[in-house]
């Protein structure tokens, strides 16, 4: 690793560490001692409100509080601890749905990887001795816009949609000129508008001229969006006169254990 980006990298794991609310030792033993959980997110067709399918999420047990991922993961990027959570994910997304998964065919369950580990090989390796092989055509990975450019580069990221039949998303995709800029270059199968994205419509400034740009790309069909943070029946209207597809936020649904992401499923059909 050249000495410039080595400094980087050192820069920004301290970063991470200083803001982080806990340190490195205690999310390794919370996971040695099988204090994290999965929720899945459901996600909604803005043109007729079905569940289409949901975001995998880590939850903390930490006592009787439940830790976010906002307040831990930072302190792990960049370091061993940042894959063995990603496998771990993978390996209880299986357990819990990959037989229920089998008998779906509309469905689409989304897990968020780390660029730091995105287009290794054990990552394939992990979804075969896990078994969520077998419904890899349900997956979407999803890779920061930021990560894919830092990490692996645009040509990174076409050998890995040519090698493997799960779809990549673009996650944490802002509303600037520079974003776009990415969308056009990055042959991602679906982007994500982060939850700030959705604030600003609620903003007494707000102009649908904010969303014409991606609005266009959409209408074009050269793009598959996915909104987070959608809160109220007004974000989910605008976002769907915008021809945005998909949404994700607490006017649909919560995060949901398993099981209840099922019945919700079911009964969103």
């Known amino acids: 690793m050249p000495a410039a980006t080595r400094m980087r990298f050192t820069a920004k794991l301290h970063r991470n560490l200083e803001l982080s609310m806990f340190s490195f030792d205690e999310i390794r033993t919370a996971l040695d ?4 959980f999965l929720e899945y997110i459901p996600t909604i067709s803005l043109a007729d409100n079905r569940c289409v399918g949901g975001e995998a999420l880590v939850r903390w047990q930490r006592g009787n509080e439940v830790i976010y991922p906002m307040e831990f993961i930072s302190c792990i990027e ?8 990603t496998y771990w994910v993978m390996d209880n997304v299986a357990k819990e749905l990959r037989d229920w998964m089998l008998k779906r065919d509309a469905i689409r369950i989304s897990i968020n990887v780390p660029p730091e580990i995105f ?11 896990s078994g969520l092989a077998d419904v890899a055509d349900k997956l979407v990975i999803e890779v920061t816009e930021r990560g894919i450019l830092d990490a692996l580069g645009v040509d990174g990221v076409q050998r890995m949609v040519k090698k493997t039949k799960v779809l990549i998303a673009v996650d944490d995709v802002s509303e600037n000129d520079a974003s776009l800029l990415v969308l056009s270059r990055i042959p991602a199968d679906i982007v994500k508008l982060d939850k700030s994205f959705a ?3 609620l903003r007494p400034d707000w102009s649908d001229q904010k969303i014409a740009g991606i609005s ?6 050269e793009l598959c969006i996915v909104a987070e943070g959608v809160e109220t029946a007004r974000q989910a209207e605008i976002l769907a006169d915008a021809g945005i597809q998909y949404a994700q936020g607490w006017y649909f649904s919560r995060s949901l254990r398993a099981p209840d992401f099922i019945r919700y ?5």
């Open 199 to 201: 604030d600003q419509m």
């Open 216 to 221: 266009a790309l959409v209408r074009n069909g």
């Open 78 to 85: 960049n370091t061993p601890i940042s894959g063995t959570l």
């Open 33 to 36: 001692n099988e204090e994290f």
């Open 265 to 269: 499923f079911c009964e969103h059909r």
């Open 119 to 129: 287009g290794r090989g054990a990552l394939q390796y992990v979804g075969r001795a």
